[in-house]
């Protein structure tokens, strides 16, 4: 038992380490009821399993309306900003350039957002290289949705933009989907290192996140809950009894997650080595 | 066990392999074994065999591989009476009591019938006649149909296992409707679901089970003791529940 399960058993938050959601959402979602889904519960839920912070975008940036739904990000950040850090999402039918410009400075906003299945648009479509572009200038870290098979964000398509923008962090959201994306989503974090593998969904098990941390290394693996779409206990708990090192579960839940969040502050101190160094 | 006493009966666990997942071998040892890991005292287990080649032999299996087992409980599934495979209604419910069976499950989708049509309406009034309950995945049934089978039969005690996070719409409104109809946790996956559902039916109407080996228990387990419910609650939907059903709906046989 580890002190995570030991936590679980005896009903009580965890506190023994820093464990960041990468994968969140928040707000109302069409296509079913989601019985209270808005930032106070998830932060209720948060603190009742003792996850630290979430990066997310809310379901109306995804599913409707980038402008409005990334003000939605952002007020739900303001909700809770120790607890919350947003993903910028981008549409590529709806003013990509725009929405970067509008929100690429704001500190609220640690991450983007991609969802092309729900945008019917290709991760390797033009219409996407302000994103690209952005990423691998700032070293701000891209989630976009995959699942293995699909025309708009397969695999494969990952590893085209890992080759084309090789400093770009690409967080694979859901690492594939099914067994069959898991191998896939395996197979191109090791050969593209700024391939992260984040594991939330409703086909991965405990099993499935031990062998990729086993073929990838904890430090290409994060995880995400998708909660409110998803319960966040879902997720959670496939990592707490994975069959995992302390430290590299450590990783998983947070640490690699709270090293990517901090891409601002790496180019701050880069740009001040420059100046100073000799 | 927790340490807070919290005890887990797995009311939706299979034994056998899996042809397109990998589960490992399914032997009584491994699901033990997975059980430990969990902390699950007891399972409720049907075997793959029954599901996905010949419900006669894998029902027959399973008592010969539970013989033995206190941990473990078997579930039958159960085939419209049609074509004969499981004897008559009578002979299927009379063979599945004497072998110490506590449950049946069906699976009208990958049987091929409609689970609230005529063909299968003998079976199931056998099934409510000997106290059975009926486990059921939700993939393998529509709410239209487990409402009709619950209200044509208010004494059969159903269990939906398997909802997912996209289904409270149509769950609540058969739940609202109906008395004998309860939940599973088994991807029970909607944001808060549990405690909405338990608020407003009921913490009766839920029962722990995990859906493994094709489901990690971990989500099971952790969604119900990290629930915002109280301890009372988690109890009745750990263990409670389900050894009520099990215990009160079992005619003697």
């Given at each position: 038992m580890n002190p995570l399960t030991a936590a679980l058993r005896e009903r009580r938050p965890q506190h023994s380490l820093r464990i960041v959601d990468a994968h969140a959402h928040a707000g109302p979602y069409s296509l079913f009821f989601i019985p209270d889904a808005g930032p106070a519960a998830m932060v209720r839920v948060m603190d009742r399993c003792g996850v630290s912070h979430a990066v997310l975008s809310s379901h109306l940036a995804i599913q409707l309306d980038a402008a409005a739904g990334n003000a939605a990000t952002a007020a739900v950040v303001d909700h809770a900003p120790g607890r919350f850090?947003?993903?910028?999402?981008?549409?590529?039918?709806?003013?990509?350039?725009?929405?970067i410009g509008k929100w690429g400075d704001d500190p609220r906003f640690g991450g983007v957002?991609?969802?092309?299945?729900?945008?019917?648009?290709?991760?390797?479509?033009?219409?996407?290289?302000?994103?690209?572009?952005?990423?691998?200038?700032?070293?701000?870290?891209?989630?976009?949705?995959?699942?293995d098979g699909s025309p708009y964000n397969d695999l494969p398509m990952v590893e085209e933009m890992a080759v084309r923008y090789p400093g770009a962090?690409?967080?694979?959201?859901?690492?594939?989907?099914?067994?069959?994306g898991f191998d896939a989503a395996i197979e191109v974090a090791q050969r593209r290192p700024g391939v992260v593998l984040e594991v939330c969904g409703s086909y991965n098990t405990g099993a499935d996140l031990a062998r990729m941390v086993r073929e990838v290394g904890p430090r290409q693996v994060v995880f995400g809950s998708d909660f409110p779409f998803i319960d966040l206990r879902m997720s959670l708990g496939r990592v707490l009894f994975s069959d995992l090192s302390d430290d590299a579960r450590a990783a998983v839940l947070g640490g690699t997650m709270t090293d990517l969040l901090q891409w601002r502050d790496n180019a701050r101190r880069a740009r001040s080595s420059q100046v100073t160094a000799p | 066990m927790s340490s807070r006493g919290h005890v887990l009966l797995d009311a939706d666990a299979m034994l056998g392999r899996h042809p397109a997942r990998d589960v490992g071998a399914?032997?009584?040892?491994?699901?033990?074994?997975?059980m430990d890991r969990f902390g699950i005292s007891e399972a409720l287990v049907g075997h793959t065999l029954s599901?996905?080649?010949?419900?006669?032999?894998?029902?027959?299996?399973?008592?010969?591989?539970?013989?033995?087992?206190?941990?473990?409980?078997?579930?039958?599934?159960?085939?419209?009476?049609?074509?004969?495979?499981?004897?008559?209604?009578a002979e299927f419910v009379t063979a599945?009591?004497?072998?110490?069976?506590?449950?049946?499950?069906?699976?009208?989708?990958d049987h091929g019938y409609d689970l609230a049509g005529v063909d299968a309406a003998p079976v199931l009034d056998a099934v409510a006649e000997a106290g059975l309950p009926l486990l059921l995945d939700a993939a393998?049934?529509?709410w239209p149909q487990v409402e009709a089978v619950a209200a044509a039969r208010p004494h059969l005690a159903i269990v939906v296992g398997g909802l997912g996070y996209r289904v409270l719409r149509q769950a609540a409104g058969v739940l609202a409707r109906t008395e004998n109809v309860h939940l599973g946790l088994a991807n029970l996956s909607s944001h808060c679901g549990l405690e909405w559902l338990v608020e407003r039916f009921g913490e009766q109407r839920l029962l722990f089970g995990t859906g493994a080996p094709t489901r990690d228990p971990a989500e099971a387990v952790t969604r119900l003791l990290w629930s915002e419910l109280g301890d009372g609650a988690v109890a009745a939907i750990g263990a409670g529940n389900l050894r009520s059903l099990l215990r009160e709906k079992v005619r003697v046989a």
């Open positions: 850090t947003g993903y910028l999402t981008v549409n590529p039918w709806q003013d990509p350039v725009g929405e957002k991609l969802h092309p299945d729900l945008h019917v648009y290709p991760l390797t479509g033009p219409r996407y290289a302000p994103v690209w572009e952005f990423a691998q200038r700032t070293g701000c870290p891209v989630l976009t949705h995959t699942y962090v690409i967080l694979a959201g859901h690492a594939g989907a099914t067994p069959l | 399914g032997t009584v040892a491994e699901a033990l074994a997975g599901w996905l080649h010949d419900p006669r032999t894998g029902n027959q299996a399973l008592l010969e591989l539970v013989a033995g087992q206190p941990r473990l409980h078997p579930c039958w599934v159960m085939l419209p009476d049609t074509c004969g495979e499981t004897g008559t209604p599945a009591l004497e072998g110490g069976v506590r449950a049946v499950r069906a699976y009208p989708v393998q049934t529509t």
